[in-house]
């Protein structure tokens, strides 16, 4: 009984074992691989990546065709239509009634039109305010850690004030004072945002700059900033694109708060928010698809950015490549066992090529 | 091989090392330089609360086309001698003067048109070359920062060097993890030469490679002598290397030369206790030699750089140590019998053939007789 496994391990493996050479020789053929490249081939690898992909590629997707959808339903996702939207009591309609797929707001508008003009504004700011978020903070991190001295002692004070900010509060004040804008709304998230990227930076900077090839890129003649940019940031890149990656879905929860609390993008534009703020008006109706589907919308958003997240980190993290091996050589004794039945196997090939 | 300047070589095996300067001007002067670190304390208001001494007072020259070896112990300011020439570290005082002008005081900005003459070869293969960036990239650098050459030409220019130092150019677009230690040594020489620079400080070259490897590129360097009428300064701590490669040798002790001179000289009849000691302490090939030979075991550690013996820096490890030893520090100068170029810092070098007796009675015997002159030095020694 005790040997049994032994014997059924070992005899698993020798196919295995045969297969891993043969990728390993394909690897080596192809020369130069980049970091990235390789953990862009690691994460292809991951089921939980495509997951994710396929989540916000729906969300992108749905932004991309909300005028298509607008005018295909004939719903304007701005204007109330107490006439086509609500029925003869002026009651809202329910998902499926009318026409109205996901049902309509208390005005009489198409939630699903809205949901994908909301989309829009949803990845739009997520996007962009990470973006500013991660330039600013990966600059700023740079300058700080390889400096250091005064600046460096100015520079991490201000993300230290910065992440100690109530940041809710902080844009409150400034849309009470300027008043609620898409632009206002993308700087304040990257304003807030910047300093957990720059914080990184800095901390990875002074580590690297102590490095030998730091001091080689010096002695032939190279400037400060080519030190910072050329040669430190590629091996911070990393960590950036890892927090980066995260930071999205974070701007987007913070997007739809600002646009709840009524101090984002204004009202008559259609965001997931600002339909969910509607929802406290309507408590009286029951009508629960008035949030259920920007609720729905934004989980999908956030868990895709998040899941892609942790993918991107566990692909760029070279302490997994154990987990991504074992995954390699589980598809690999997949393919085996399918070109034995089928004879041929023109899938491995092809899987390889860049 | 274009070299045409000297025709006479030391050795018949080595390539033509030009012995001679090609001008009377020495390509390198290092006059007096001093490179303390400071060590602060404090939160808040950081204090000097003292400094590591790492190079107190080195003047030496180096002339066009020859090797100067520098060898020492680890922790003797070698490396910190390489940065101070390289200008990587800003000089305490003292003054480097590279090719007739003085570099120890100039700006980032006008260091830059100097680099392009001086280059530097690091210790480590590995930390020394971006592990992110392609190997074409690291070895185009120089070109690129100097705008030397762009685009197509600048590739055809390091493709070329991938050649000269025996890479394969097809490598060009190779990550340096994807090469071995010896191979990422080669990169870092092609990025030195990229330049064509008249100097190139060595930063123990070999040291991080396997015995073969070093022997290869020990090889490299001198044919690239020839080649290019390089100038090296070359740091090592492996003797039979120094030996190898130099015209002339430093020998440095606690950041003060101890002894210099022609290589041959050196080895042949060394006068510092400190040079007899290291040279008996190195391995030889040959075990007839070895068997005769009679070693000078020092004992106790380098003293701390931070609170360096008075007098004779060496003293207190010293197996001739007098008393005159710890109050006064001895001048390099040229001791009787020695030729020109050959200076020694000893009250009492060691008279060529003298059985240096360098064990721990002496040594005992010695700081005894300190503790009777100088109680505070007598007990450093127990320490």
Known sequence: MSLSPFEVSSAALAPEEGQSAEALDAAGSIEGRSPLRLALARLRSDRMAWVAAG??????????????????????????????????????????????????????????????YGARISLLVGILSTLLATVGGTALGLISGYYGGWIDALLARLMD?????????????????????????????????????????????????????????????????????????????????????????????????????????????????????????????????????????????????????????????????????????????????????????????????? | MADTTAPVSPAGDEPPLTAAPVEDRPLLQVENVVKHFPIKRGIFFKRQIGSVQAVEGVSLEVCRGETLGLVGETGCGKSTLARCITRLHPLTSGRVIFD??????????????????????????????????????????PLAIHGVADGGERKRQVQELMEVVGLNPEHYNRFPSEFSGGQRQRIGVARALALRPSLIVC?????????????????????????????????????????????????????????????????????????????????????????????????????????????????????????????????????????????TACHFPVVPGEQLVGTAPAISAAATAFAAASPEIGEEDRA
């Open chain 2, 100 to 141: 007739g002008v003085d570099i120890s005081r100039l700006s980032a900005r006008q260091l830059r048109t100097h680099r392009r003459r001086m280059q530097m070869i690091f210790q480590d293969p590995f930390g020394s070359l971006n592990p992110r960036r392609r190997v074409g990239s690291i070895i185009g650098d």
């Open chain 1, 161 to 354: 004030a910065v992440l100690s900010f109530p940041y809710v509060l902080a844009a409150i004040v400034l849309a009470a004072v300027f008043g609620g804008s898409l632009p206002l709304t993308i700087g304040v998230i990257a304003f807030f945002s910047w300093a957990a990227i720059g914080r990184i930076v800095r901390g990875q900077t002074l580590s690297q700059k102590e490095k030998e090839y730091v001091e080689a890129a010096r002695s032939i003649g190279a400037g400060s900033f080519r030190i910072m940019f050329v040669d430190i940031l590629p091996n911070l890149i990393a960590p950036v694109i890892v927090l980066g990656t995260l930071l999205v879905p974070v701007a987007i929860v913070f997007e739809a708060t600002l646009d709840y609390l009524g101090v984002g993008v204004g009202p008559p534009t259609p965001t997931w928010g600002n339909m969910l703020a509607d929802d406290q008006g309507s408590a009286g109706f029951g009508a629960w698809w008035f949030w259920v589907f920007p609720s729905i919308a934004l989980l999908i958003t956030t868990l895709g950015f998040n899941l892609l997240g942790d993918s991107v980190r566990d692909a760029l993290d070279p302490r997994t490549e154990r987990l991504f091996a074992m995954r390699r050589k589980k598809a690999a004794a997949a393919r085996l066992d399918a070109s034995s039945g089928a004879g041929a196997e023109p899938l491995g090939g092809g899987m390889e090529a860049p």
């Open chain 1, 55 to 116: 989540m916000i590629l729906l969300m992108v997707a749905l932004a991309l065709i909300a005028p298509l959808l607008s005018s295909i339903t004939g719903h304007s996702p701005y204007n109330p239509d107490l006439v086509n939207g609500t029925d003869t009591f002026g009651q809202p309609y329910g998902p499926g009634q009318a026409g109205f797929l996901l049902g309509t707001d208390n005005v009489g508008r198409d939630i699903l039109v809205r949901i994908a």
């Open chain 2, 203 to 343: 930063d123990e070259p070999v040291s991080a490679l396997d015995v073969s490897v070093q022997a290869q590129i020990i090889n490299l360097l001198e044919d690239l002598q020839g080649e290019f009428n390089l100038t090296y300064v070359f740091i090592a701590h492996d003797l039979a290397v120094v030996e190898h490669v130099s015209d002339r040798v430093a020998v440095m002790y606690l950041g003060k030369i101890v002894e210099m001179g022609g290589t041959a000289e050196l080895f042949g009849s060394p006068r510092h206790p400190y040079t007899a000691a290291l040279l008996s302490a190195s391995m030889v090939a040959d075990p007839d030699k070895a068997r005769s030979s009679h070693r000078v075991v020092l004992y106790g550690d380098v003293p701390s750089p931070i609170n360096p013996p008075s007098g004779c820096r060496f003293h207190t490890r010293c197996p001739k140590a007098q008393p005159i030893c710890s109050v006064e520090e001895p001048p390099l100068r040229v001791q009787a019998g020695d030729a020109a170029g050959h200076v």
